[in-house]
């Protein structure tokens, strides 16, 4: 079993990393830790005063956004962030769970797929004709030949679809799901299919040129190790503003 691991946390912290600021901080708790070799020292800091807003330019309509922003934004595609689980059989037909980042895994929809989605890496963006797309992807490779594959073909019981080299990518939902209010989500799985099927080969290229940038990056690094240097990393907590209170007439 050949397992593709990418970790992905959102934190509600905000962190940078100042070796020199301009003003005086004032740290609320240090802690050091070694890593791999290096000093890392992690700071909670008091939070920052908020910066002026920058002034605007150009000319502003009656709402006083920018006109040059504003034309922008008409071209603009509304984006949105899936995080993509998948375990691929034989590279030809995956299970695959999906949900919105901004919601959480328990209301993830489910179905088999027959497109590879190894072909698509750890991360992944494209658009469509409606939306902008970006995904994070964990993904697990599954042989079901070999030493152990006839006790994994018994465990597995995915649809007869078509291969994807046989027919146009499909995919077939799982029971229960939501269709009706998750449209969005099913919109999603609808438009990546019919991307990898219209765009195949400059996906597979596109994934073998990052797998072959990564193995010369690794290479180098080996070759030529960088030098380890201490660090710091600071961060302040966000406190939520309390509401603010209407005079009573």
């Known amino acids: 079993m050949k397992l593709d691991i990418f970790f992905f946390a959102v934190v509600s912290l905000n962190a940078f990393c100042q070796s020199s600021p301009e003003k005086p901080l004032e740290v609320i708790e240090s802690s050091e830790q070694n890593v791999n070799g290096r000093r890392v020292v992690i700071q909670q800091i008091v939070a920052p005063a908020p910066s002026d807003p920058a002034p605007r330019s150009g000319n502003t309509n009656k709402r006083g956004k920018s006109v040059e922003k504003t034309e922008k934004q008409k071209d603009q595609l509304p984006q949105r962030i899936f995080i993509v689980s998948t375990t691929i059989y034989d590279e030809k037909i995956s299970h695959v769970k999906w949900w919105p980042m901004d919601r959480g895994s328990d209301e993830a929809l489910e179905c088999w797929s027959n497109i590879n989605w190894s072909d698509f890496g750890s991360s992944h963006q494209f658009n469509s004709k409606e939306a902008g797309y970006s995904i994070l992807h964990f993904s697990t490779s599954v042989a079901t030949e070999g030493e152990n594959g006839e006790e994994i073909a018994l465990r597995i019981s995915p649809p007869k679809l078509p291969l994807r080299d046989a027919a146009k990518a499909q ?12 449209k969005e989500d099913l919109k999603f799985m609808r438009d990546i299919h019919r991307y990898h099927q219209l765009n195949l080969n400059e996906i597979q290229q596109t994934r073998l040129d990052q797998e072959v940038a990564k193995d010369q990056a690794d290479l180098e690094r080996e070759m030529n190790p960088p030098e380890k240097k201490d660090g710091t990393i600071r961060f302040w907590k966000n406190e939520p503003q309390s509401e603010i209170q209407q005079p009573t007439k």
């Open 171 to 182: 995919f077939q939902l799982l029971k229960n799901a939501d269709r009706e209010n998750k």
